[in-house]
């Protein structure tokens, strides 16, 4: 059987990164959009005790997508090796659109009573179970499309379409403020949710006219599809999925304890009105794109090693001043909003690298499977429970700055993973070489 050409067109190439870009806007913006709008949420479907109370439950139901997360890794991972990236990608986005939908049409526990509190669970649960599949499926999709030259910057692809819908989101939530606080909290809070249902059909318009990898289909050509990629990963690439949970927390913590609780702490602690928060926040985030573009571009120059090392070791230097500067009172809000750029530009600069090492660490065979088992079983402490983590700390230790210090450590930790994972050899490429664990490539 003759093999498919391995090299695509330049207009497929742009086509997969684009699909790639969008599946990943569309499931950070529904998967962020939740946290702009637990202030108006929160007392809705958790009414008892105290408003901090009812938003700490809300930061619970937060968490619980992201413990979904690890089945919709095995789940997806192992459909994305066996029928293709492209097919398995248009579940994870049809999915996580019928998911957001759900919550912009729930009633709330006046309505129907305990019901309520429990179907946005589900609903939340449905999301985490599609953004299990979904970030690493596209990340693998896109990688693979990929020149050598270029890998880095195609790379950065999802994670600058993670960023931007984690910045369209405060952008939406933003501009519905212009309701009345009556009006929002009765049924403005349902509309973000509801902008969903067109973004997602307009996502799978777009998915459905694109190739599968062409990886995958040399795959296919050479009948090499793993009969069970799962097992295959847990006995062979143990150590590539440790190394893989560990860089997704550093990254996913980073993250999302700057895009979601960092919201919330300027709201409860630098006392700035929810409107004003959610705009400058998605001006600071429209505004640090460029960081994870400029990454992506690093990454080819200098190497994965070196960028995640320096992006980690900088953030550690600048979270402390950061977060004292816009807590601190009288603060101008340019400069709040200048150091909220910073500290989202550096969260997102660290993916792109990280990605590149991801997708790096294991063979096309089991690339999808292997890669989504170690980001998600990070993310549910890294991404997951970060806000609630810093929430927590806040309130245990009585200082507003105390999430610096989870920041901190989760950059410890990626820059101790990516400094004890094995090199990338000199003149290495994409042809799979067999190690201890059978790596796919190690990190330069």
Known sequence: MSQPDPVPSPSLVRRAAIAGLLGTLIESYDFAVYTYLVVYTAPLFFPAGTSGTAVLSSLLVFAAGFVARPLGGLFFGRLGDRIGRRRTLLLTVTLMGAGTFAMGVLPGRGTIGLAA?????????????????????????????????????????????????????????????????????????????????????????????????????????????????????????????????????????IGYTTSAYV?????????????????????????????????????????????????????????????FLMGAAGIPLFVVGAVFWLLAGLAGAAPPPAYAAFTGFFPTRVRYTGAAIGFNAGSILGAGFAPYAAARLTAATGSPYAPALLIAAAAALGITVILTAPRLGAGETRTPRKTDEGAHEGVR
């Not at 429990?118 to 599609?130: D, E």
């Not at 009345?180 to 318009?205: D, K």
């Not at 300027?266 to 705009?279: C, D, I, P, W």
């Open 117 to 253: 509190p429990l179907l946005l669970v589900l609903a939340r649960v449905v999301q985490g179970f599609s953004a299990g599949g979904e970030l690493m499926g596209s990340a693998t999709f896109v990688a693979e499309y990929a020149s050598d030259k270029r890998r880095g910057l195609f790379n950065a692809i999802t994670p600058l379409g993670f960023s931007m819908g984690v910045a369209l989101a405060p952008a939406v939530v933003g501009l519905t403020t212009v309701l009345t606080f009556g009006h929002m909290a009765a049924w403005g809070w349902r509309i973000p949710f509801l902008v969903s249902l067109p973004l997602t059909i307009a996502c799978l318009v777009y998915r459905v006219k694109v190739e599968d990898s062409p990886e995958f289909k040399e795959l296919v050509a050479r009948r090499e599809i793993p009969g069970s990629p799962v097992l295959e990963v847990l006995r062979g690439h143990w150590r590539a999925v440790l190394r893989v949970a560990g860089l997704s927390l550093t990254v996913g913590l």
């Open 263 to 323: 919201p919330i702490y300027l709201q409860t602690e630098a006392g700035l009105a929810k409107g004003t928060v959610s705009l400058v926040a998605a001006l600071a985030l429209f505004l640090a794109l460029p960081f994870a573009l400029a990454s992506g571009f690093a990454v080819d120059r200098f190497g994965r090693r070196a960028v995640l090392v320096t992006v980690l070791a900088v953030t550690t230097v600048v979270v402390f001043p950061g977060m």
